[in-house]
């Protein structure tokens, strides 16, 4: 015990006996931990509302659809509305927030001037706003009202396609399980915009009943979609899901019905902690730095420790001491400054100066940052295991001295 109290004064007092030097070795590890923090939590920000804004768009954190639905999304791939065993659970889970029925076929739009292709929706509005899915609100018109609601609300692109507009005729069509040809015309309510600009040209909204009446479909639907409190722990219910939904029903995650978003948040995690290694390696080549330089001035001293009966393992605990000292102490001081950045800044980043580009992203013009405590701990762990291996060079360097020649030598 006695051994290593002096170790540590040792220690101390060697860190400060440059306090310039150690006071940019510091600055430039507190700048590091910082840039690891703050950037991390404006990626971290993105990545959420990148992936938010993508499911809220329609997915949901989890759907219930017929098996082969994914494969054949028609009328005949359909499901029953959900059980009561299935609604209690919904209602009865802590970490689910909403859901919503919903039709969901392939149909074609057809105004006076133009026909397209699109996927007709039928909606409940009142579970879509809980859900905070579909449009939020209408340019010119309005949304949706009930589920019998038989008007119909279209993206703004499709509108200039169609060469159409609000108060305007269409007819739409599709086909119902016998695989006859069902269509109805029906007058366009609303118009809206999407941050994704292409739905606005793929979904064209009326309300469930209206939509089930027109596809001879009854009381069944396409899927139910559902949503939780984090789009990132939907593990923690799914399997909850999937056994009271039953077995004539798949319950997919999020994930895997947009690959896109699953894999994007994948190699988000990945280039976070790619971004904190690329930072702290660079450092590292200046932690080693300055405790060579150390090790240089000291090195009659360490020879004459070494003489009075040091041993090699004692020289490299008091030289990774050193490191471990200042790691320590630029960790928090950076820690703390980068926490505080981004509770600074928990009201937003205003980026509308870029607005139109952040829409291209499926992004908001406003940037909030998110402060995970798993990227904290991240940087920290990085931080200190990287350090101290870095730092074991120089002190396998000062412990192989040689103790003659070390004495002898004229730093």
Known sequence: MSNITLLLSLAWRNL??????TAVMLAAIIMGVWAMI??????????????????????????????????DPSVVNSITKPSEQLESWLKAEPHILAWTPRVRVPAVISSARDTRGVLLIGVDPAGEQAMSAGPKAAIEGRLLQDPDDRGVVIGRRLAQ????????????????????????????VGIYTARIQASEEAYVYTGLHAAQSLLNMRDRISQLAVTGDDYRSVNVWLEGLRAAAGDTVVTLPWNE?????????GVQDGFALIFILVIFTVLSFGLVNTLVMAVFERTR???????????????ITQVMLESAFLLFIGLCIGCLIGV????????GIDLSSVAQGMEMMTMDSVLYPALYPDDVIMSAVVVMGLGLA??????????RLDPVQAIAHQG
Do not use: C
């Not at 019905?257 to 948040?265: K, N, V, Y």
């Not at 505080?340 to 009201?347: A, Q």
């Open 16 to 21: 400060w006996r440059r306090p310039r030097r």
């Open 38 to 71: 703050f950037m991390n939590a404006l990626m971290r920000g993105m990545t959420d509302q990148m992936v938010s804004n993508g499911l809220n768009t329609l997915p949901g954190q989890a759907q219930l659809q017929h098996p082969d639905y994914g494969r």
């Open 161 to 188: 396609r169609l060469e159409t507009g609000l108060g305007k005729r269409i007819v739409l069509s599709s086909q119902d399980p016998s695989n006859e040809l069902v269509e109805r015309g029906a007058q366009i």
């Open 257 to 265: 019905l947009d690959s896109f978003l699953g894999t994007m948040l």
């Open 301 to 315: 001293e360490i020879g004459l420790m070494q003489a009075l009966g040091m041993s090699p393992g004692l020289i």
């Open 340 to 347: 505080g950045s981004v509770l600074s800044l928990r009201n």
């Open 390 to 399: 870095a730092s074991s060079l120089p002190a396998w360097r000062a412990a």
